[in-house]
């Protein structure tokens, strides 16, 4: 009896530290030998469980600044940004100490002055790069000089961070917790790629194309809210229907609420905030229609025309969220939204920002009703041309539900 119930015991402990033990060989896949699949959904739970987290951590910095000027006229411009940014910054780095949070409000500061030094100049030094060390502050060099420079710096801290801390565990026990320690944790494999160099680029590369995006998106979407009310009403009413007693909303009540996400498509459709894909490069000569594209051209997709179609949308000059509803009340044609472009290089953000502007969105909806001030005019719905579409300054006012 006594051997059977040892045996339970010691069982049951084996079991424990298979599942609970972050002793893994870095070699395989996360998890005990036997189960992977079980341990990665421990970790799955655990990494959607983080990002709720990191999310609150967001929603805590935007509700502060709307509370402290609720009822009176906000400038909607930038206000994304800095929460924006508090998120990757902790997907990268892990952590968000007193120090942390400076270093995002640099980088958020630097950011805004680069995007804020305009397309045009940026345009004419491409095409003249001599221009730049000519006039490069009217061209915009100097913001963008700044703003690489304390990329580069901040990068170089935090990779060479890890690196100590990688030194300072045993390489089987080392379990990356973020980006970069996941980087400088390859570096030993093949330093041509994971180099501290790479990192800084990676870094920038990956803060300027999450953060302007995103805040673009979602200054984008406000203005669509004050522009027509209605809208925002019955977004409201399907959160009401959903958090009867005010609950958070959750990723997973997307589903049973098909008009925000119907509202989100739109916005996408509209806004058109990264109405250019990436630049490419031509491989061989071939034909489009009657013109001869030769081999080593750049070529760029434009997107406003496709979602200017009146063959697919009908009536493409009208929002209308109700074009991705179906008859029976689901979401639909949702892939004809092509805001994240498709195939090898399309966009690796578009989950994190999909389930953001889901997040956010509810979460401010639930809590505050947002107008256009009183006796001011719509603000224009156009978007202006920057390194992504955003809508020309406007100011709203926030009143608690
Ligand atoms: C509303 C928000 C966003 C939109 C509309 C958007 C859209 C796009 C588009 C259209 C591309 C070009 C893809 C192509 O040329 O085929 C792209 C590239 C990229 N996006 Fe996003 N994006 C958004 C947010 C994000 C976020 C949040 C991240 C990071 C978490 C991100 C990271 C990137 C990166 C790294 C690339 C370059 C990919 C490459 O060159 O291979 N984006 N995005």
């Known amino acids: 009896m006594f051997v059977v119930f040892g045996f339970i015991v010691f069982c049951i402990g084996m079991l424990a530290r298979y599942f609970f033990s972050t002793d893994r060989d870095v070699n395989n896949p996360p998890g ?14 655990m990494a959607s469980d983080n990002i709720t987290k990191t999310l ?5 910095l935007l509700f502060a600044k709307i509370d402290d000027n609720l009822g009176t006229e906000v400038n909607i ?8 940014l508090t998120i990757m910054w902790q997907m990268v780095v892990g952590r968000l100490t007193e120090d942390d949070k400076a270093q995002v409000k640099l980088i958020s500061e630097k950011a805004e002055r680069f995007v804020k030094s305009g ?18 502050t009217w061209l915009g060099r100097t913001a963008q000089v700044y703003f690489f420079q304390a990329c580069k710096t901040i990068g170089k ?3 060479h961070e890890s690196q100590e801390k990688l030194r300072a565990s045993p390489p089987t026990t080392f379990q990356p917790n973020n980006l970069v320690e996941a980087f400088v944790q390859n570096c030993g494999n093949d ?3 994971f180099n501290c160099e790479n990192f800084q680029v990676t870094f920038q590369d990956l803060l300027v194309a999450s953060s302007d995006t995103s805040n673009s998106f979602l200054e984008a979407a406000v203005l669509y809210l004050i522009a027509f009310p209605t809208v925002q009403e019955k977004i409201y009413q399907e959160i009401l229907d959903i958090a009867v007693d005010g609950r958070v909303i959750n990723f997973e009540d997307r589903k ?17 905030t990264a109405q250019n894909f990436v630049p490419r490069r031509v491989l ?17 997709v434009d997107t406003r025309l496709y979602f200017e179609d009146k063959t697919i949308w009908g009536d493409p000059e009208m929002f209308r969220a109700e074009r991705f509803i179906g008859e029976h009340g689901e979401l639909e044609n949702a892939s004809k939204v092509i805001a994240f472009s498709f195939g090898k290089r399309n966009c690796p953000g578009e989950l994190h920002v999909t389930m953001l502007a889901f997040l956010v969105l509810t979460a401010v909806l639930q809590r505050y009703k947002i107008s256009n001030p009183v006796g001011q005019p719509t603000p224009r719905l156009d978007m202006k041309p920057g390194l992504a579409l955003k809508p020309y300054p406007f100011h709203v006012v926030f009143e608690k539900r």
Do not use: C
């Open 32 to 45: 005990p030998k036997g189960f992977p699949i079980l341990r990665n959904l421990i970790d799955l739970v």
């Open 56 to 60: 609150g951590v967001m929603l805590d």
């Open 77 to 84: 411009d930038y206000l994304f940004h800095q929460p924006i």
């Open 119 to 136: 397309v045009v100049g940026m345009s004419i030094a491409n095409a003249f790069p001599f221009l730049r060390y000519v006039f490069p």
């Open 157 to 159: 801290k935090l990779y």
């Open 191 to 193: 330093e041509e790629i």
């Open 256 to 272: 049973r609420m098909p008009y925000i996400q119907a509202f989100i498509l739109e916005t996408h459709r509209n806004a058109r």
């Open 284 to 300: 061989w000569d071939f034909w489009y229609k009657t013109y001869k594209i030769k081999k080593d051209s750049i070529i760029m």
